[in-house]
């Protein structure tokens, strides 16, 4: 079953859902893959989904820290234990074990709760620092203007 992209997903964030819908399509692309047993392309686009979603994870923090989220350390933990369990799927695959199946269950089902829990929990206090730079940015870009133009 792939993974169907709803409202619930969306963080009103529209850089991190642009973010979290790629990983999204890259679920569903091993999906498909593993479906009709191309299995190389299974390989290929695993290997693409675990690097996004490491830069992805880099990304949110970034923006968790800018924003002084209270809980970005407890975050931080959740994104490094899955990307250990994900490193030992690898792990498993390489050895030659069979764990397209079982990892993508793990991945819809982590995602899927950690985009509307952890991530929301996170998506008020990073919208509203983002506004307040946005407000910021213009306001100085303005008084530049009026001092030239004004
Ligand atoms: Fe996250």
């Known amino acids: 079953m792939a993974i169907a ?4 997903l969306e963080l009103g964030i529209p850089v991190i859902d642009s973010q979290h819908q790629r990983i999204v399509d890259y679920i569903n692309t091993v999906s498909d893959a ?27 923090e ?3 820290e800018e924003s002084g989220y209270p809980f970005l350390n407890a975050h ?10 994900v490193a030992s799927f690898q792990q498993r695959a390489k050895a030659g074990d069979d764990i397209t199946e079982e990892l993508l269950h793990v991945l819809k089902a982590w995602l899927v709760n950690h985009i509307k829990c952890d991530d929301r929990d996170y998506s008020a206090v990073v919208k509203a620092n983002m506004i307040e730079a946005t ?7 303005g008084s530049w203007f009026n001092r030239l133009f004004g």
């Open 5 to 8: 992209w709803t409202a619930e």
């Open 34 to 60: 593993h479906k009709s047993h191309r299995t190389n392309d299974v390989f290929s686009v695993l290997d693409e989904l675990v690097d996004y979603t490491l830069s992805h994870f880099a990304f949110e």
């Open 62 to 64: 970034s923006l968790m």
């Open 76 to 85: 931080k933990k959740v994104h490094r234990l899955f990307a250990r369990r």
């Open 135 to 141: 407000r910021r940015t213009k306001a100085k870009q």
